[in-house]
């Protein structure tokens, strides 16, 4: 049992223990209800504390947001206008740099067309130039056709070529040899040979030359090829450089109208030639071969060296075969005189055994003589025996 005191009466009653309990358990209730709703307001007052605190810590930070993002969005605004304008000072100057480049690659259309206009016009007016020349060539050509065809019945192309040469032989050859090849003695000769010399007499260019007119065809030799074969033959029999057909054949061949036709894909070092080209021929070769004017006195003084070389060799060839002759007679003598001293040898030799055989012989007679006695003389001879007995009691 319990005793509980009212608090309003003060009286005093007991209870069992369920009531206890119960009573407890409502008093329980009540307080833990009270202290929980205090509990409950005072968690309500710090919630809304919280809250407010919360939202004016939000509210702050939002307000130092809003304010970063406004710098910054400043920041991004000015430098959107530096990129702007920088973009626009950009797309300016390369527009600038394209409009430049285009007025350059424009300047350079009208320059690049005026050079070829000019290209152009340079090049018509040199054709038309060649052209010309080569107009004025077949005119001269056929004027000289026609002025040497009756030049020619008084003078010879020959001549023609060889006054031509002389014109001028004076002053532009005043070493060189051009005269008619005269020479039959390898069974054919060319019309003309020219050579010229340096100073030194150095050959610096030989030439053999074949004129042909007209007049000069036969029944099977009508074209300027038909004496190559000839030409050629004289030139490599007397020792020329070049050879070089002066030919008025095939007149209305475009071909050696033209100028100097080489033929060195038939023979070689071989040209054919109008007239008129006579004397630039000769001296295109001769300025060509005074290139190697100097590998020639090279070559002159390489022989030269080799002919003293040659001389040399065949002098030490002559001392050696002279020594050689002399050591051998010297030699044959020397054997001799030893075969000589050898057989002298055996001659003393075997005069020598003679007489140590002699000298033994004399040796043993001599023993013998000193051996020989009167007793041994007269044994065996009564006779002498007596005598010598006779003639030693005479002695007594």
């Known amino acids: 049992m319990h005793e509980i005191i009212c608090p309003h009466c003060n009286k005093a ?10 009573i407890l358990k409502q008093v329980r209730d009540k307080d833990f209800s009270r202290q929980l709703q205090e509990r409950l307001e005072q968690a309500e007052k710090e919630k809304q ?16 947001s809003v304010a970063d993002k406004d710098a910054e969005v400043k920041e991004l605004q000015a430098r959107l206008e530096v990129s702007e304008l920088t973009q626009k000072l950009a797309v300016t100057e390369a527009v600038n740099s394209v409009v430049k480049e285009r007025d350059l690659l424009k300047n350079n259309l009208q320059q690049i067309q005026l050079e070829k206009d000019l290209a152009e016009k340079s090049l018509k007016e040199k054709y038309e130039i060649q052209l ?25 192309l020959e001549q ?43 050959e610096i260019v030989s030439i053999m030359f074949e004129m042909k007119n007209e007049n000069d065809t036969t029944a099977t030799k009508r ?39 080489d033929m060195f894909h038939r023979y ?26 100097e590998y020639k006195s090279e070559l002159a003084l390489v022989k030269t060296q080799n002919i003293d070389i040659t ?27 030893i075969d000589e001293i050898d057989k002298s040898i055996d001659h003393l030799q075997k005069t020598r055994d003679a007489l140590l055989g002699a000298d033994r012989n004399l040796r043993l007679a001599n023993d013998k003589a000193q051996d020989v006695t009167i007793k041994k003389l007269t044994k065996g001879n009564p ?10 009691s005479q002695d007594n």
Do not use: W
């Open 223 to 261: 074209k300027n090829e038909d004496f190559l074969k000839e030409l050629d033959k004289d030139r490599n029999e007397k020792g020329c450089e070049y050879g070089v057909l002066v030919s008025m054949l095939e007149s209305d061949s475009e071909l050696y109208n033209t100028g100097i036709v």
């Open 49 to 64: 504390t919280a809250i407010l605190l919360a939202e004016a810590k939000v509210t702050a930070a939002l307000q130092k």
């Open 132 to 156: 010309k020349d080569r107009d004025e060539a077949i005119e001269r050509l056929r004027d000289m056709k026609a002025k040497l065809s009756t030049k020619m019945v008084g003078e010879t």
């Open 13 to 22: 009653f007991k209870i069992d223990e369920a009531g206890y309990a119960d």
């Open 311 to 337: 001389n040399f060799e065949n002098n030490l060839d002559s001392f050696k075969s002279a020594f050689a002759k002399n050591y051998d007679l010297a030699s044959r003598r020397f054997q001799t005189a």
């Open 160 to 202: 023609h070529c060889e006054t031509e040469f002389n014109r001028i032989r004076a002053t532009a050859f005043p070493r060189a040899y051009f005269e008619k090849d005269t020479d039959v003695r390898s069974g054919s000769k060319g019309d003309y040979v020219f050579r010229d010399y340096t100073e030194d007499g150095t």
């Open 383 to 392: 006779t002498m025996t007596a005598k010598f007995a006779d003639l030693r």
């Open 268 to 293: 070689p070092k071989m040209y054919v030639i109008r007239p008129q080209f006579f004397i630039p021929m000769i001296t295109l070769l001769r300025n060509a071969a005074m290139k190697s004017l």
